[in-house]
């Protein structure tokens, strides 16, 4: 098994290896300076990141050492099945690269550490074992340096076997054949002199190119500018564009959502009244049946008065099914239309708008076009200006900066053209939108007007239907009242019906029916006497068991006298019996 954990490792190894240098490197007159050694040494190690210090800067010469710097481990897997790093390797999943770690707990010798040398680890031979180094580990950590001699003056080489860098500084040759004479300048046997007149030229000329090189900096600069600010208005035209869609967009969604909204509310409005509606047919259908159940007399009368009910109900709630029909067909042709006469509107609008936006932009890029081909005329002419100066230096100089001042002009015209135009496209599509924010302004307050006659239709409309329902709420509630009190009377009479046949039959029960209850405990094939006092001889006798309601087997009933009997029971228990006539 594998487990990923964070350590903090920090194994520290010195580089023990001999760096040898031909000649006194301390020397005054040395070509090349300890410093400039470790110098080397350093830029070279700068390739291997920061895991090298390079140290001894001020010792006796000879001294100069590398060391490995602390690493820091994140990625450590801890592994205790695999007797050997090769083993591991063959049968894990994980990708082992430069710097993780692996600790073997089931290993040979008990416990074994690696570090990986190389990224996409492959074998046991991109590893480096940790905890003990041998010379196999050590030809394997020399074998990691290489030295690249890339020319130039003096040597540098490295031996993988013994570790050793060895440095041969230059020789005063090679450090005098960097050297040659120039203009003004004179060179012999590593002494210079100097022609103070043709240095003072030299220095004209080259204070003449710096301002040949300033001022194609500052051309270049206002070229950048020129196409940056081009971009910014760009950018600004592309931003009133979108602001100008996502405004007719959000528009859209309002008109929409009133039109979903008023279809939401008429669509609640039908279904409280079908509910209503249901609700009255509910009631109705109930008291016909409470009423069918009294009498057929009542039942036939109120049938009558129901059916015509129903019928001036349903004649009424037609007319305003219609009327409401045709006004909702009405209004919604309505909406339909302006909806249909805005958004031709807002289409027409749009293409104009568009029209207007390509015809500015195909003129602006005529302009840039045009502005672009003027400047590169400008900068061809000036090259070829340039390249002419070798024979009228000051005259060039002279003829540059006249064209950079009429560019510079020019460039201040064309800005402040491109300006105006902006500005005016600007106002162009600040009015259409004000116009069209005005137009549907307008279009929302007629809207809102239509709506508002809407709903106060429908509340009239709700109102005359309470009215109507509170009427026939009345009519129903005059019917229920004649029907109960009419109800209550043929109760009364019944109950006193039954209370009375009641009376009889319970003086009849008590005169023929005589019972004597107990509850006796019984003992198996043992005798028991029960004196229950009905004076009568002949007596039905029950015995049953009340937890589990099964009756009692007796073994022998013996009637003694008119008041008492003897029983035999089967079993034993606690039993209820009942005696009676």
Not at 182 to 210: C, H, P, Q, R, Y
Not at 405 to 434: V, W
């Amino acid at each position: 098994m594998s487990d990923i954990k964070t350590l903090n490792l920090t194994p520290h190894t010195d580089y023990k290896g001999k760096l040898e240098l031909s000649g006194d490197t301390s020397a005054a007159k040395s070509p090349m300076k300890r410093e400039d050694i470790e110098g080397m040494i350093s830029s070279f190690l700068a390739g291997f990141g920061s895991e090298f210090t390079v140290a001894g800067s001020g010792a006796a010469p000879g001294d100069i050492s590398v060391s490995l710097n602390d690493l820091k481990v994140s990625d450590v897997y801890v592994d205790d099945s695999a007797a050997s790093l090769a083993e591991y390797l063959g049968s894990t999943a994980d990708s082992i690269n430069k710097g993780d770690v692996v600790i073997l707990t089931n290993a040979a010798d008990g416990k074994e550490v690696y570090i990986a040398k190389q990224d996409a680890v492959s074998g046991a031979a991109d590893m480096v074992r940790m905890d003990g180094f041998d010379s196999a580990d050590e030809a394997a950590i020399r074998s990691l340096f290489s030295v690249v001699d890339a020319g130039g003056d003096g040597s540098f080489s490295y031996d993988p076997e013994s570790g050793v860098l060895t440095y041969t500084g230059p020789s005063a040759a090679e450090v005098r054949a960097h050297f040659s004479a120039g203009n003004g300048v004179n060179l012999a046997d590593g002494e210079i002199s100097a022609d103070t007149s043709v240095m003072a030229t030299v220095v004209f000329v080259n204070g003449v190119k710096s301002a040949l090189e300033a001022a194609d900096a500052t051309l270049q600069s206002n070229i950048d500018a020129e196409a940056t600010a081009r971009a910014a208005a760009d950018s600004t035209l592309q931003s009133n564009i979108d602001a100008e869609a996502t405004t007719r967009a959000a528009a859209d969604a309002t008109l929409q959502s009133n039109i979903d909204a008023e279809a939401s509310t008429r669509a609640a409005a039908d279904t409280a009244l079908g509910g209503r509606i249901d609700d009255v047919e509910a009631d109705l259908a109930q008291e016909l049946l409470d009423r069918a159940a009294a009498d057929s007399a009542i039942r036939t009368d109120f049938a009558a008065a129901d059916t015509a009910v129903r019928g001036e109900f349903a004649a009424a709630d037609n007319v305003v099914r219609s009327e409401f029909a045709a006004e909702d067909t009405a209004i919604r042709s309505e909406f339909a239309a302006a909806d249909n006469v805005v958004r031709a509107e807002f289409a027409a609008e749009d293409t104009a708008i568009r029209s207007e936006f390509a015809a500015a932009d195909a003129a602006l890029q005529t302009a840039y076009q045009a502005a672009d081909a003027a400047l590169q005329t400008a900068i061809n002419n000036e090259a070829a200006a340039r390249a002419a100066a070798d024979t009228a230096l000051g005259g060039r100089i002279d003829d540059v900066e006249a064209d950079l001042a009429q560019e510079l002009l020019d460039r201040a015209a064309a800005d402040s053209a491109l300006q105006t135009a902006y500005q005016a496209a600007d106002a162009a599509l600040q009015t259409a939108i004000n116009d069209e924010a005005a137009a549907r302004a307008a279009a929302d307050t007629a809207l809102g007007g239509r709506i508002d006659d809407v709903e106060a239709d429908l509340a009239q409309e709700l109102l005359d239907r309470a009215a109507a329902d509170s009427a026939l709420q009345t009519a129903f509630e005059a019917a229920d009242a004649a029907e109960a009190s009419a109800r209550a009377a043929a109760d009364a009479t019944l109950q006193a019906n039954i209370d009375t046949l009641e009376a009889s039959v319970n003086n009849h029960i008590a005169l023929a029916v005589r019972r004597f209850t107990s509850v006796e405990s019984l003992t198996a094939s043992t005798a028991h006497t029960i004196a229950h006092g009905l004076g009568q001889q002949a007596v039905v006798i029950h015995v049953w068991d009340p937890s589990t309601g099964y009756k009692v087997v007796m073994d022998q009933v013996r009637y003694v006298d008119a008041n008492t009997v003897e029983i035999v029971s089967q079993v034993s228990g606690t039993f209820e019996v009942v005696i009676h006539v």
